[in-house]
């Protein structure tokens, strides 16, 4: 069964919410480690542009993988 790129996109979404907070979240523990001191807001805008490149990256390779999935079925 083929994934339309709707769902690709719904699939590559849902991932990257789930790692936004897993990734704040280790930010605000991991960065004071390498002497890094940010506020609450700064990770979360730190989270957001990582979460669009995030978003993008997931979608991309889904759709390439989608693309060699289906080449390899013909």
Avoid at 12 to 20: L, Q
Avoid at 45 to 62: D, N, P
Wanted: glycine share 6%; net charge positive; charged share 15%.
């Amino acid at each position: 069964m083929k994934q339309s790129r709707l769902m690709s996109m719904v699939e590559a979404i849902t991932n990257v919410i789930v790692g936004y907070g897993v990734a704040v979240v280790t930010q605000i523990l991991i960065f004071p480690v390498f002497g890094l001191h940010t506020t609450l807001a700064q990770n979360l805008k730190m989270g957001a542009v990582f979460t669009v490149v995030s978003i993008a990256r997931s979608f991309a390779l889904r759709r390439l993988f989608e693309a060699i999935r289906m080449r390899s079925a013909k």
